[in-house]
């Protein structure tokens, strides 16, 4: 994110550097990562990037289905998100991708790539607000993970170790 943003952006987002500092997850924070920034600006990007967070969002949906009543708000979000934009969930259905993933391969694969594709569309839509965008979902993802005394507890889903919540590689 901070590649994209202007460098009054980036002093814009220095406040939030403590927020960010210690924060660690596991495969739910990442869920719940993931489900926050791509809800908030689905309707915002082009419809290109709302097809694969449309793809990353069923996948969310149906991993909180599976879990703990705690994922029932995420779940209710990503529901919400995907009735905003029919027409990519219509086009993730033409793709006849059936298959399910699990926790952990959300959080590995799936999670970074909802991440990355937000931004990226944020930033292609050239908005004269793009900072601030790009700002509100860094602070959309730092309230979906724990704070960083917060004890996480495994999810009864989690497959491996936990560790940090997915960032984009850019």
């Known amino acids: 994110m901070n590649d994209h943003t202007s460098d009054d952006g980036r002093q814009q987002l220095l406040p939030l550097v403590p927020s960010v500092v210690g924060r ?3 495969d739910r924070t ?12 689905i309707l915002d ?6 097809r694969p967070l449309a793809a990353g969002l069923l996948q969310a949906e149906r991993l909180c289905a599976d879990a703990e009543p705690d994922l029932a708000a995420t779940r209710r979000e990503a529901q919400l ?6 027409g990519a969930v219509a086009w993730v259905d033409r793709l006849g ?23 990226e569309g944020v930033v292609v839509s050239a908005s004269p607000d793009c900072d601030v965008r790009l700002g509100a979902l860094l602070e ?22 936990t560790g ?4 984009p590689t850019h």
Do not use: Y
Not at 164 to 167: E, K, N
């Open 24 to 26: 660690r997850g596991n």
């Open 30 to 41: 990442s869920l719940a990562v993931a489900v926050a920034v791509a809800a908030q600006t």
């Open 45 to 50: 990007v082009p419809e290109a990037t709302q």
């Open 81 to 86: 998100a995907l009735k905003m934009v029919p």
């Open 97 to 119: 991708i059936r298959g399910r993933i699990d926790a952990h391969t959300f959080a590995k694969r799936s999670a970074p790539t909802m991440v990355r594709c937000t931004v």
């Open 140 to 161: 959309a993802g730092i309230a979906a993970s724990p704070a960083p005394d917060t004890v996480i507890a495994a999810p009864a889903f989690a497959v491996g170790p």
């Open 164 to 167: 940090p919540w997915p960032t």
